[in-house]
């Protein structure tokens, strides 16, 4: 076994967990869910039956990842926040034929108590505040915060607050990466390699 799991953790057959995963106390991995290498999974987290987690994926305490949505690589899930997977959902009627997929892209954040609601995409390196609620698409490195969340800036990679000039440039205080805003976009600047 190339990953860590808590002696308490319950991990049923048919899932795949990448190598240097650490699953902590009280969790429960699902069949045929797919968690990727240098995972880490807090205490009493449940992932669902397919359920996508990509590389180096940081889930915080008491978090239920459900059927239907996929995480990618480097995405942070804050303690105690919610994913939905059906729209109207009923006690007395079977609507697991009717899970609508969320995506969370590549370094994305998602803050404590935040909840998502379901068919929704959270774009890269977007950050979600805490106990925001999702209920449309966020752009990529966008800062979202409320119920219903609303978009009040933009993000780099690194998780700071981007002040565009005139021009449409910022750059991040920590990292000097340049970032590009255009027609209600962001971008990161690629360098280069002449």
């Known amino acids: 076994m190339e990953y860590f799991a808590h002696e308490t953790a319950v991990i049923?057959?048919?899932?795949?967990?990448?190598?240097?995963?650490?699953?902590?106390?009280?969790?429960?991995?699902?069949?045929?869910?797919i968690i990727g290498e240098n995972c880490n999974l807090g205490q009493n987290v449940v992932v669902s039956p397919k359920v996508v987690l990509g590389k180096n994926v940081k889930v915080q305490n008491n978090v239920s990842i459900y059927t239907g949505v996929v995480c990618e690589d480097d995405v942070f899930l804050g303690p105690s926040m919610v994913f939905t997977n059906v729209i109207n959902p009923r006690s007395a009627v079977?609507?697991?034929?009717?899970?609508?997929?969320?995506?969370?892209?590549?370094?994305?954040?998602?803050?404590?108590?935040?909840?998502?609601?379901?068919?929704?995409?959270?774009?890269?390196?977007?950050?979600?505040?805490?106990?925001?609620?999702?209920?449309?698409?966020?752009?990529?490195?966008?800062?979202?915060?409320?119920?219903?969340?609303?978009?009040?800036?933009w993000v780099s990679e690194y998780g700071n607050r981007l002040e565009f000039n005139t021009d449409g440039l910022a750059v991040c205080r920590d990292t000097n990466e340049r970032y590009i805003f255009k027609d209600g976009h962001v971008n990161k600047e690629e360098k280069d390699f002449k």
């Open 12 to 33: 049923d057959e048919g899932c795949k967990i990448g190598k240097g995963t650490k699953i902590w106390h009280f969790c429960h991995i699902m069949p045929d869910s």
């Open 94 to 153: 079977n609507r697991k034929d009717a899970f609508a997929a969320t995506i969370v892209e590549k370094g994305a954040s998602i803050g404590a108590n935040a909840t998502i609601v379901c068919g929704n995409k959270i774009g890269k390196y977007a950050m979600v505040g805490a106990g925001s609620v999702i209920v449309k698409e966020v752009l990529p490195y966008a800062l979202v915060v409320g119920n219903p969340a609303r978009q009040v800036g």
